[in-house]
């Protein structure tokens, strides 16, 4: 399969605890972007890269978030001291980096429960 | 069957009957469209995008129309199936063009 991969697909945990959360993402594309989703709402921008850099944060990125792309393929999303409201299906995305059109192919996502 | 964006975020339709689902779009320099299809429990699924120099794109059993004047897009299912029932979301870029909106959505309930 050469889509979008995320790992894992479930997470639950309690409150206080901190999570990773891995995606990889098409393996020519060189932007990645992480997205939150809850239920009955479409996805949330958090974050963008463009190979390794972080290019745009979302104001929705508090500072017990954060996303790392060391080496401008996978990515990581890290959560620190879980709260409830951080609930939710956490959504890759990647893209070629086209200057007009560049369409965001999702991953599965990893939906996250916290106790 | 015709849903209007976030007022009717419910739609069902027959099998093989033509669904049309409508979004309205907030930025009007907004210059790229993607409709996306998700079912339960999966990321969203590229389907068909439109350029605003367009204001028709086909694709297999889909249409994609954009109304430029009326900030408007709508998406076209020809011969609805069971295996199109997911929500659909019309999504446009945000100010810079790397963040995308997505709104709501649109429930697609295509009964037997």
């Known amino acids: 399969d050469t889509g979008v991969s995320q790992d894992p697909r479930h997470k639950i945990t309690k409150r206080g605890q901190n999570v990773t959360f891995r995606c990889d993402p098409i393996?020519?594309?060189?932007?990645l972007y992480w997205y939150r989703q809850t239920l009955g709402q479409g996805p949330e921008f958090l974050t963008y890269f463009q190979n390794e850099a972080q290019l745009e944060k979302s104001r929705l990125l508090s500072d017990r978030f954060s996303a790392e792309r060391p080496k401008g393929s996978f990515s990581t999303l890290e959560i620190q001291r879980t709260e409830q409201g951080d609930s939710a299906m956490y959504l890759c995305?990647?893209?070629?980096?086209?200057?007009?059109?560049?369409?965001?192919?999702f991953g599965p996502g990893t939906r996250l429960t916290v106790l | 069957g015709e849903s209007v964006g976030l007022h009717l975020p419910t739609l069902s339709v027959q099998g093989g009957d033509n669904s049309i689902i409508n979004c309205a779009y907030s930025?009007?320099?907004?210059?790229?469209f993607i409709w996306y299809k998700q079912e339960s429990g999966k990321g969203p699924q590229f389907i068909i995008d439109?350029?605003?120099?367009?204001d028709k794109r086909q694709g297999q059993r889909v249409t994609v129309l954009l109304n430029k004047t009326v900030k408007h897009l709508s998406l076209q299912i020809a011969a609805t199936q069971p295996g199109d029932s997911a929500v659909y979301f019309c999504?446009?870029?945000?100010?810079?063009?790397?963040?995308?909106?997505f709104g709501t959505g649109t429930s697609l309930t295509v009964i037997p």
């Open positions: 995305a990647s893209s070629l980096g086209g200057i007009i059109t560049d369409t965001q192919y």
């Open positions: 999504a446009e870029p945000l100010f810079t063009g790397n963040q995308f909106y």
């Open positions: 393996s020519e594309h060189n932007r």
């Open positions: 439109i350029r605003s120099n367009m």
């Open positions: 930025n009007s320099a907004s210059d790229y």
